[in-house]
């Protein structure tokens, strides 16, 4: 009996913690996705890693996913774009209406050859960008991206920048995809917008 009434009690509460923070939890993600769909880019002009001109207009489209990164990033940048390439590869017909541009957060580095150079190693075609700093700075922003450049006793740096793959449709943001999103979620939320 005691153990019934223990397993009530337990239950109860259960219920009522889930119909008191169900309402939180669910504000917590509306203003989430709020705050990113807030963020609208910005009026810009860089050139690819082909020496064409790019604006925000280059960003229209069926779908356009951008990921800002950089090319010295030993891990997360690596493995979005690959994960990006599978993800182009496993759309098949479709991939042809999505568009993936790499911007880079670390232009001192990154010039046009050296993006050239590693986006080669993927299979399908991203666009890489680089620019001037203080463009490329103003661009990341407008996106809510954040990076920050850590230095070592060297004197040499890495970045820590956030990294979301953000989703656009007719260049205006739809969701993003975030790195712990696997091949599969990632495949799935591209297809709700192509």
Known sequence: MKLKTSISIIGGCLIIFLFIM?????SMEKKKNEVISSF???NFSLKDMNNNTITQESFNGPLTAIFFG???CPDVCPMTLNKMDIVLDKLKN???NLKVFFISVDPERDTPKVV?????NFDNNFIGITGKPEKIFLLYQSWGILSKKIFSENGEYNIDHSSPVILLKD???VATISHLNDIKSSIK???KYL
């Open 171 to 173: 260049g205006k943001y």
């Open 22 to 26: 169900l309402p939180v939890f669910l």
């Open 40 to 42: 609208k880019g910005s």
């Open 189 to 191: 939320i591209i297809k």
């Open 94 to 96: 479709k991939k042809k």
């Open 70 to 72: 950089f090319t010295n």
């Open 116 to 120: 050239k150079n590693y986006l080669s």
